[in-house]
């Protein structure tokens, strides 16, 4: 992935504050955006960041190290929408 990095975003829309995950691969982001969006229910908004400190609306961040337990979360945000 060289420098570059790529973080998926989980939101709920019109509540303050996201869940992030850090991906380890570009492979590994293109799996696990096809993964949340199967997933996605009406009012949670999932994007790629490459830096989401510039990204104020999405703030505050809740980074999220392990990737099922950032898939189990937003499954969690999706019966909170």
């Known amino acids: 992935m060289g420098d570059k990095k790529i ?3 989980a939101k709920v829309f ?3 504050g996201c869940l992030a995950y850090l991906c380890k ?3 590994e982001a293109w799996y696990l955006s096809g993964i949340l969006e199967v997933l996605q229910a009406v ?4 994007v790629i960041l490459d830096d989401p ?3 104020s609306e999405y703030a505050p961040y809740i ?3 392990d990737m099922k337990d950032f898939i189990d979360r937003v499954s969690r945000l ?4």
């Open 78 to 81: 999706n019966r909170a929408a």
């Open 7 to 9: 973080y998926i975003v």
């Open 25 to 27: 691969t570009s492979n």
């Open 43 to 46: 009012g949670v908004q999932i």
């Open 63 to 65: 980074y999220v190290e």
């Open 53 to 55: 400190e510039i990204y």
């Open 14 to 16: 019109d509540k303050p």
